[in-house]
């Protein structure tokens, strides 16, 4: 049996389930206990569960991903869980103890100064990560990311281990590329059950699935706040009025800032007739920093204000810039979901959400099922899915950040109201549920929180 250490550094219905496939139905679908080739170990009364991903989710730039959820789901009286990551900064090993989660690097000569990547996980995993667990009941993976890389794990590893796929986000260019689409039916076909990040995301690909050869389980996740914001108390105080917004973390500059352009071109408007507020952009880089304040400027179209640039953070980071802010915006044109968003919310301060998001279907869904008072639906701004519409959209959204701004102590009660509205209804439960009845974990225990 391998030895258990926390880290192992190598110098990396109601909730919309699928209909026909029910979280009833998963009852009777849970995996046997299984083994690996070759020899067997004296196996565990636990679940041993192996997530595949590049990251583990709490460092820097790394706000968007789920994995660090995922992760903690499974109970862990229950449940032993690994995670296969290309690398590992010191806020991921740090965090990863604390969940009780071992982190299993790459191995690599202590000369190799190349970056991981990840052909590793897909194509070296037998020499890249000798360390994996030697008995595995459950590989997870995440789409368009770590999939084909979990597939071949688990074929050549463990291939009687249940294969899981969690859709985190929109592939680029899948609506054009036919290829990456029978890929991604390809991958879901092989595993025993898919994970969507909320509506938006489960409507996109529910869609996709339809060209498959064969029944995909296909379920809803509805994702819960991080512990680390909903344990955050926000008060209204202070004179300048701070507002954030984040940019995006992927692809080309002019890509990664175009969202914000829209918040900054919606402040501008509001600053004619508040004169102490200020926009604080996160994720941008030192190295980035000049080209990124010429291109925000460039689009600004205002001479009150002047954005203010802050390096990506980690969660903490995140919280404790909400601390001394009045207001979040989160203005995608086109959002699979909107973590950011979700854990703003948790944290008690008022925020904007484009209604081109998932987490604003999820808040329609909520007020729908009565979770959520129909109010919050006000919170959801009208956005074009247009660029060329950035100046009409500039003025709906200004009227909503002055709004807000100018009520900011009433905005502040409401918003404390919409998170424990969320805190108490505990609306993710039934998903995870779910999620755990695939991992062949009984429903009937407890989800684990936060740490």
Not at 23 to 36: I, N, Q, V, Y
Not at 114 to 119: G, I, Q
Not at 142 to 166: E, M, V
Not at 356 to 381: F, N
């Amino acid at each position: 049996m391998t030895e258990f250490i926390d880290i192992i550094p190598r110098s990396e219905t109601k909730h919309h389930f699928e209909e026909g496939a029910t979280a009833k139905d998963m009852s009777g679908l849970l995996p046997a206990r299984l083994a690996t080739t070759g020899d067997i170990p004296a196996r565990s009364s636990k679940r041993q569960i192996l997530l595949i991903s590049n990251v583990y989710g709490t460092g820097q730039h790394c706000y968007f991903t789920i994995n660090r959820q995922v992760a903690q789901s499974p109970p862990h009286e229950r449940a032993d869980v690994y995670c296969a990551i290309l690398y590992a900064l010191h806020e991921d090993q740090k965090n990863a103890k604390k969940d009780r989660v071992r982190l299993i690097e790459p191995f690599r000569e202590t000369d190799d100064a190349r970056a991981p990547t990840l052909d590793w996980l897909i194509f070296d995993h037998q020499l890249r990560y000798p360390d994996l667990p030697k008995v595995v009941d459950c590989v997870i993976s995440y789409s368009n990311i770590t999939d084909k890389a979990a597939r071949r794990i688990k074929d050549h590893r463990y291939p009687l281990a249940q294969l899981l796929i969690f859709n985190q986000f929109f592939p680029e260019n899948v609506h054009i590329n036919m290829t990456v689409k029978k890929a991604l039916v390809y991958e879901a076909e092989n595993a025993f059950a898919v994970f969507s990040l909320g509506t938006r995301i489960y409507n996109h690909f529910d869609t996709m699935y339809r060209m498959a050869r064969k029944r995909i389980r296909h379920y809803i996740f509805r994702p819960r706040p991080s512990q680390t914001f909903l344990d955050t108390e926000i008060t209204s105080g202070g004179k300048e009025k701070v507002v954030l917004s984040f940019c995006g973390m992927c692809g080309e500059l002019a890509e990664k800032l175009k969202e914000t352009v829209l918040a900054a071109r919606a402040m501008g408007i509001a600053t004619e007739k508040i004169k102490d507020a200020s926009l604080h952009v996160h994720g941008i880089s030192t190295v980035e920093y000049e080209r990124s304040m010429a291109f925000l400027e460039h689009h600004l179209k205002s001479g009150r204000l002047k954005p203010i640039p802050v390096p990506p953070g980690t969660q903490e980071d995140i919280r404790d810039a909400m601390m001394t802010a009045h207001l979040v915006l989160m203005t995608s044109r086109s959002e699979p979901f909107g973590m950011i968003g979700l854990e703003a919310i948790a944290a008690g301060i008022p925020v904007l959400i484009s209604d081109k998001s998932g987490l604003a279907d999820m808040i329609m869904d909520l007020i729908k099922e009565g979770i959520c008072h129909p109010d919050r639906r006000r919170r959801i701004v009208h956005t074009s899915v247009n660029e060329s519409d950035i100046d009409e959209d500039a003025k709906v959204w200004a009227a909503q950040i002055l709004d807000t701004l100018e009520h900011i102590d009433a905005e502040f009660a409401k918003a404390a109201d919409f998170k424990n509205e969320l805190k108490k209804s505990k609306y993710w439960e039934e998903s995870h549920q779910t999620f755990l009845r695939a991992c062949g974990i009984a429903s009937n225990e407890p989800l684990c929180s936060d740490v």
